[in-house]
């Protein structure tokens, strides 16, 4: 559960990598802005699909930091990432109704009302005083009726709910294998409510909204985002260089964008760090530097796959990031190249690197996520 910027923010880096801060420090994105909002406004729901830090969460709390300030409308932003039954499901989506109603008239009587009715008990923290549930759920079947209660309680409020499951995929790994179907039974009597399910498996995702036999089929819109622009994204890293009074040439700029791939995280963090590390005038020796940095602090970490993985894995890994990406990945002259054993071997090391999220397939070839690990394996072997 994440807060949603309420009010603009000045921070000291102009490039955050770690939240959302506020529309001025949002790179473009405006039509997938325009559209989130026009399918809530027609009644329609949105499934958002993107690789990891793409900007898909950051695009999420974008779009409701703009839709909160219709004070008809009450949003709640829910990751349930971290979760792992619906037990928990139960959990962060009542802290997320908690934290909003907190700030209201009559909060104690009217929570503690829809806290029982969910079999559970608020609890306060220590420190913070911050309240939260502790669930206590016996089986699946009390799990759906705490589910059931949820939703009664959304119903009966006379504000418009705006929901956003972060890592809605996250599911179909319950032990309870009829969530799906429980979630939307639940789901499709919520008519003044709006919903929108994100994640970053989209094998996963496609095969809940488009599988004709899944409960989900057909109930949203799909939308899978792309890369930014990167004459736009050069123009508003641009902007806040100048802004800040740096000078920076924007074909150096350009030339980072492209050297990331574009990666929204990746290219975001360099120029985190690049802006920390600049003085006036921005170099291009400055630049080196903070590349060389970057990877250096993460080498640890990255000798440690070597362990984590096993040897074809690791091997297959650094032949797909010497190559940038690779389209046949059991071609003769590719397992020839790199020295790589059967390509049976070679296919189930390419399955287990998929399932360990460190490699994805898109654009007709496979490729890393870590756009930092694939400069690294390039560079030390």
């Given at each position: 559960?994440?807060?949603?910027?309420?009010?603009?923010?000045?921070?000291?880096?102009?490039?955050p990598v770690l939240d959302y801060i506020s529309?001025?420090?949002?790179?473009?994105?405006?039509?997938?802005?325009?559209?989130?909002?026009?399918?809530?406004?027609?009644?329609?729901?949105?499934?958002?699909?993107?690789?990891?830090?793409?900007?898909?969460?950051?695009?999420?709390?974008?779009?409701?930091?703009?839709?909160?300030?219709?004070?008809?409308?009450?949003?709640?932003?829910?990751?349930?990432?971290?979760?792992?039954?619906?037990?928990?499901?139960?959990?962060?989506?009542?802290?997320?109704?908690?934290?909003?109603?907190?700030?209201?008239?009559?909060?104690?009587?009217?929570?503690?009302?829809?806290?029982?009715?969910?079999?559970?008990?608020?609890?306060?923290?220590?420190?913070?005083?911050?309240?939260?549930?502790?669930?206590?759920?016996?089986?699946?079947?009390?799990?759906?009726?705490?589910?059931?209660?949820?939703?009664?309680?959304?119903?009966?409020?006379?504000?418009?709910?705006?929901?956003?499951?972060?890592?809605?995929?996250?599911?179909?790994?319950?032990?309870?294998?009829?969530?799906?179907?429980?979630?939307?039974?639940?789901?499709?009597?919520?008519?003044?409510?709006?919903?929108?399910?994100?994640?970053?498996?989209?094998?996963?995702?496609?095969?809940?909204?488009?599988?004709?036999?899944?409960?989900?089929?057909?109930?949203?819109?799909?939308?899978?985002?792309?890369?930014?622009?990167?004459?736009?994204?050069?123009?508003?890293?641009?902007?806040?260089?100048?802004?800040?009074g740096k000078i920076i040439d924007k074909n150096?700029?350009?030339?980072?964008?492209?050297?990331?791939?574009?990666?929204?995280?990746?290219?975001?963090?360099?120029?985190?760090?690049?802006?920390?590390?600049?003085?006036?005038?921005?170099?291009?020796?400055?630049?080196?530097?903070?590349?060389?940095?970057?990877?250096?602090?993460?080498?640890?970490?990255?000798?440690?796959?070597?362990?984590?993985?096993?040897?074809?894995?690791f091997s297959v890994m650094t032949a797909i990031?010497?190559?940038?990406?690779?389209?046949?990945?059991?071609?003769?002259?590719?397992?020839?190249?790199?020295?790589?054993?059967?390509?049976?071997?070679?296919?189930?090391?390419?399955?287990?690197?998929?399932?360990?999220?460190?490699?994805?397939?898109?654009?007709?070839?496979?490729?890393?996520?870590?756009?930092?690990?694939?400069?690294?394996?390039?560079?030390?072997?």
């Amino acid at each position: 559960m994440v807060a949603i910027a309420t009010k603009e923010i000045e921070p000291e880096n102009p490039f955050p990598v770690l939240d959302y801060i506020s529309p001025e420090y949002f790179c473009d994105r405006k039509n997938e802005t325009e559209k989130i909002i026009s399918a809530f406004k027609n009644g329609r729901y949105i499934t958002l699909i993107s690789i990891r830090r793409l900007g898909k969460t950051i695009l999420l709390k974008h779009v409701l930091n703009k839709l909160q300030k219709d004070k008809d409308n009450r949003i709640l932003f829910i990751d349930i990432m971290p979760t792992e039954c619906l037990k928990d499901f139960v959990k962060v989506f009542s802290d997320a109704i908690i934290k909003d109603e907190r700030s209201n008239r009559g909060f104690l009587e009217k929570i503690s009302v829809f806290v029982a009715g969910i079999r559970g008990k608020l609890v306060f923290n220590d420190l913070s005083g911050i309240p939260s549930v502790e669930v206590s759920i016996a089986d699946e079947k009390e799990a759906e009726m705490s589910i059931n209660k949820i939703f009664e309680y959304l119903a009966a409020q006379k504000s418009k709910y705006i929901i956003a499951f972060d890592e809605f995929q996250q599911i179909v790994n319950y032990p309870e294998k009829n969530t799906e179907a429980i979630l939307r039974t639940a789901i499709q009597h919520q008519h003044k409510d709006s919903f929108i399910f994100s994640g970053s498996s989209k094998d996963i995702l496609m095969s809940m909204f488009s599988d004709y036999s899944k409960p989900f089929y057909q109930s949203s819109d799909i939308m899978e985002l792309k890369r930014i622009d990167p004459k736009v994204y050069t123009s508003h890293i641009f902007k806040h260089f100048k802004k800040r009074g740096k000078i920076i040439d924007k074909n150096l700029i350009s030339h980072y964008i492209d050297f990331y791939k574009n990666h929204t995280y990746y290219v975001q963090y360099f120029f985190n760090r690049l802006f920390e590390y600049s003085r006036e005038e921005v170099t291009e020796k400055e630049a080196r530097l903070v590349e060389y940095l970057i990877l250096k602090e993460r080498e640890y970490i990255y000798f440690g796959y070597r362990n984590l993985l096993t040897s074809v894995q690791f091997s297959v890994m650094t032949a797909i990031a010497k190559e940038g990406g690779v389209e046949q990945i059991n071609s003769g002259s590719f397992l020839n190249k790199y020295k790589l054993s059967q390509p049976s071997s070679v296919t189930a090391a390419v399955n287990a690197l998929i399932d360990k999220q460190m490699i994805y397939y898109e654009d007709n070839k496979y490729q890393l996520y870590d756009v930092y690990l694939e400069k690294w394996l390039k560079e030390t072997f």
